[in-house]
């Protein structure tokens, strides 16, 4: 028998599962099932796991896999959802988290000076499990300024598209239209300072109105030759 925390949790991850083909993160599992913190998050994923309903995949972040539901979880789908199921047109299946998709490469990105992120055709297999939800791309990093981040000369960068982000996060800043570069973005007075992950080099300071947001650092991809 499950908890109502534990069938509340196993079917967000499910529907989740279903939907979009990543699981959930901690976070979202947090605030869906109204939780005060993510460690009760992990002790319903532990419980679930024990009992054999879910079971985490390895050298993956945010994999979970549902292996079986609840005979009365299955069966038990009200009336209005029957209707709802009956009247929505399909949608396009979903991606499973261990596929690869085609995301656009964009060039390269200064982890250094700005340089110009260049626009062209070129696209990059990434797996589906690093992305979250959005739309999102590529840029090749170029330069060292983010090494005490963790960032390399040569990695792809994976970026989510937006134009808003918090302070401390990783950004793609294009600077007066014309120049792109990787830092942490933090606003300053009615400054932004873009701030480089290396301890030799010092922040870049612009007017907030030369720096627009274009993306925020979702994930990194490297290659070993």
Request: without cysteine.
């Given at each position: 028998m499950l908890t109502a925390k534990q069938h509340e949790l196993l079917l967000f991850i499910h529907h989740r599962l279903e939907e979009t083909g990543i699981s959930p993160s901690f976070e979202e599992m947090k605030e869906a099932l109204d939780l005060k913190s993510k460690s009760g998050v992990h002790r319903l994923i532990s419980a679930l796991e024990e009992r054999g309903f879910i079971q985490r995949l390895?050298?993956?972040?945010?994999?979970?896999?549902?292996?079986?539901?609840?005979?009365?979880?299955?069966?038990?789908?009200?009336?209005?959802?029957?209707?709802?199921?009956?009247?929505?047109?399909?949608?396009?299946?979903?991606?499973?988290?261990?596929?690869?998709?085609?995301?656009?490469?964009?060039?390269?990105?200064?982890?250094?000076?700005?340089?110009?992120?260049?626009?062209?055709?070129?696209?990059?297999?990434?797996?589906?499990?690093?992305?979250?939800?959005?739309d999102h791309y590529a840029l090749e990093v170029?330069?060292?300024?983010?090494?005490?981040?963790?960032?390399?000369?040569?990695?792809?960068?994976?970026?989510?598209?937006?134009?808003?982000?918090?302070?401390?996060?990783?950004?793609?800043?294009?600077?007066?239209?014309?120049?792109?570069?990787l830092k942490y973005l933090h606003h300053d007075g009615g400054k932004i300072r873009l701030d480089p992950a290396n301890s030799a080099l010092q922040p870049q300071v612009y007017a907030d109105t030369e720096v627009e947001v274009q993306g925020k650092l979702a994930g990194l991809l490297r290659r070993y030759h």
């Open positions: 390895a050298n993956r972040a945010r994999a979970l896999e549902v292996v079986k539901m609840p005979e009365n979880m299955a069966a038990g789908r009200t009336a209005k959802d029957a209707v709802a199921k009956a009247t929505t047109p399909p949608a396009a299946a979903p991606a499973p988290a261990n596929d690869v998709i085609e995301i656009p490469l964009h060039g390269k990105i200064a982890a250094g000076q700005p340089i110009e992120a260049l626009e062209d055709s070129r696209s990059l297999p990434v797996p589906a499990a690093l992305l979250g939800s959005g170029s330069g060292d300024s983010m090494i005490e981040a963790g960032i390399f000369d040569g990695d792809f960068a994976l970026v989510k598209k937006t134009n808003t982000a918090r302070d401390g996060e990783i950004v793609v800043a294009l600077i007066r239209g014309e120049e792109a570069t």
